[in-house]
């Protein structure tokens, strides 16, 4: 805990703080709750207007008694509000849960409250008794990517979350790079690159820049629209493969959100692989959620109960990330902290 936090802790009344870890343990119902209304439709048929309980259940083949008493909870959670003839309306917070927001918060709530996630998490407990971290194999039988491979509807959850955090970071990333010579590559890979949001930003903002979309066959199976979209279709290549034999070659390489989902020594693999394909004056990026020191809040702390559970990796200091990128023959040159958001951008060359 922070000084600063400490400090506002004190300050607080008994009752107010037994409130906050109160708040704390009743999350995952309130997000149960949420899935359960994204799920069904309930946010996407509402809006500012007010709009009957009956009418909503009617319209999307609900039971009446349920749908109000489901509303009346979301309500209590303060993303509607309800009057005295039992209508509904969407609170500003509420926007939020509506597909088509420019934010929405849809994707981590049915990826986190999926009953594939939820089930995984309560392996914890063991791990915490027993060590490893396998918590999604002990559940499911095996590790994530490949349950992802038969389970069509989780796998879909994973990738529109995946996808919307491509958008938060893409923004990160570009910004980051006003100041930097991008003019000096040919070609960029974005290994792990999923749907290729990052790489076609990238592209529509520097014309003479190519790019290469990295991923597993199942994700890059079906070559998406993003690439004609953003103008860059004659740019951007799709290449199916994996990491850890080999990846195309580039001048520079973006590793988003990737190197966290794995041991040390799978880490290692990967930045070795992509050492072997770079040319010598190649560039490495790395995106990720960087753990601060003990005196500092940071999404990076929470996340690492994802990868301690879910992933089998972990989120890591800078100075973790550093051995991991000397080991496989790459050093440090550069980073940056962008100005909104957890995550961290280190830059790494081949000297």
Do not use: N
Not at 19 to 42: P, R
Not at 167 to 180: C, F, I, N, R
Not at 296 to 317: A, C, I
Request: charged share 25%; net charge negative; with cysteine.
């Amino acid at each position: 805990m922070s000084d600063t936090q400490a400090d506002s802790d004190s300050a607080r009344t008994d009752t107010e703080l037994f409130t906050a870890a109160q708040e704390l343990v009743e999350g995952l119902w309130s997000g149960q709750v949420l899935h359960a209304a994204v799920e069904v439709g309930l946010f996407d048929r509402l809006d500012e207007e007010p709009t009957a309980a009956e009418t909503l259940a009617t319209a999307l083949d609900l039971d009446p008694d349920a749908t109000y008493r489901l509303l009346r909870a979301l309500a209590h959670f303060g993303v509607l509000t309800e009057d005295d003839s039992r209508r509904f309306a969407l609170t500003p917070v509420g926007q939020f849960f509506r597909a088509d927001h420019p934010r929405s918060v849809r994707p981590g709530l049915m990826l986190f409250h999926s009953p594939e996630w939820i089930r995984a998490m309560t392996q914890l407990p063991d791990i915490l008794r027993e060590g490893g971290q396998d918590g999604f194999v002990r559940e499911h039988g095996r590790g994530i990517f490949d349950y992802m491979e038969d389970a069509p509807e989780f796998a879909r959850a994973f990738d529109e979350f995946m996808t919307a955090m491509s958008h938060q970071h893409a923004e990160a990333v570009l910004g980051v790079l006003e100041g930097y010579d991008v003019s000096q590559f040919d070609r960029v890979c974005d290994v792990g690159g999923g749907q290729g949001y990052l790489c076609c930003r990238l592209l529509a903002q520097y014309p003479a820049l190519e790019g290469t979309v990295f991923d597993r066959p199942s994700v890059v199976a079906e070559e998406p629209d993003l690439p004609d979209e953003f103008g860059v279709g004659d740019r951007c290549d799709y290449v199916a493969g994996d990491m850890f034999e080999s990846v195309p070659e580039a001048d520079a390489y973006v590793l988003k959100w990737i190197l966290h989902d794995w041991t040390d020594e799978e880490c290692v693999d990967i930045l070795s692989t992509v050492r072997a394909a770079a040319p010598s004056d190649a560039r490495l990026f790395v995106v990720e959620a960087v753990v601060p020191g003990p005196a500092e809040s940071h999404f990076s702390k929470q996340l690492d109960m994802t990868m301690l559970v879910q992933m089998g990796g972990r989120e890591r200091t800078r100075a973790e990330y550093a051995s991991l990128l000397e080991r496989a023959g790459w050093t440090i040159a550069d980073e940056w902290v962008p100005p909104e958001g957890p995550m961290r951008i280190l830059e790494a060359t081949t000297d």
